[in-house]
């Protein structure tokens, strides 16, 4: 059965530094989204991206995030000048077109130090 | 936005007891209600949705009701045996296929062998 994949599965990096986390959605999805989780609280919500363009992101994706579909295969999630509280594990998720449900990537664990 | 809610925090039952696990949701606007199933360190896994025409859906040994006028869904699982052990997280969703899920806070289920 396909499943969105993740890397790394664990990014350490020094505050300040940016980082690139990357997803591989299923192949046939056309939405693709950014959750994040940080340690044991809800997920929550980042960015929504269809057709090369952001559907929609929340109060939490500043000026410091980015996302972009490179190739036709991944989707990356880019933290410029990392702070403490992004520390977080990130999970990417993808859609089908006529369908309500989202499959998650299995994350990954980013610890700013 | 969208405000979900969710009872009880930690859930602890004897192997074969039910186990429910209750929800609430402040736009009326949303239709589509999943419900992920979360082991440690593990991704979020979509084990059963509901839409907003339908009251009630059921399968094997789990189910998921919902309540439209109260604006409250509810998962719940039967036979309960310890492999059930994770954290489940409601979400609710405008639905469609570029809609976000806002997810509950998640509930600690431990299943007692």
């Known amino acids: 059965e396909p499943e969105v994949t993740q890397t790394p599965s664990h990014q350490v990096t020094q505050m300040g530094q940016e980082v690139i986390l990357r997803c591989v959605p299923i192949s046939n999805h056309l939405y693709f989204y950014w959750y994040r989780q940080i340690l044991g609280q809800k997920v929550e919500f980042l960015v929504s991206?269809?057709?090369?363009?952001?559907?929609?992101k929340s109060e939490i994706f500043d000026d410091q995030f980015s996302v972009e579909r490179p190739d036709g295969s991944n989707f990356t999630l880019k933290i410029r000048s990392t702070k403490l509280e992004d520390s977080a594990m990130y999970f990417c998720a993808s859609s089908v077109p006529g369908s309500n449900e989202q499959y998650f990537g299995p994350g990954t664990r980013l610890t700013v130090t | 936005g969208e405000n979900v809610e969710q009872h009880p925090s930690t859930l602890s039952v004897q192997e074969g007891d039910s186990a429910v696990i209750k929800c609430t949701y402040s736009?009326?606007?949303?239709?589509?209600f999943p419900w992920y199933k979360q082991e440690l360190g593990k991704r979020p896994q979509l084990i059963i949705d509901?839409?907003?025409?339908?009251g009630e859906k059921k399968d094997q040994r789990i189910a998921v009701t919902l309540n439209k006028t109260a604006k409250h869904f509810s998962l719940h699982i039967t036979e309960t045996q310890p492999e059930d052990s994770a954290v489940y997280f409601c979400?609710?969703?405008?639905?469609?296929?570029?809609?976000?899920?806002?997810f509950g806070k998640g509930t600690l289920l431990t299943v007692n062998p």
């Open positions: 991206f269809y057709n090369n363009e952001i559907s929609e």
């Open positions: 979400a609710a969703s405008l639905g469609g296929s570029n809609y976000k899920l806002t």
């Open positions: 736009d009326s606007a949303s239709n589509y």
């Open positions: 509901i839409r907003s025409n339908v």
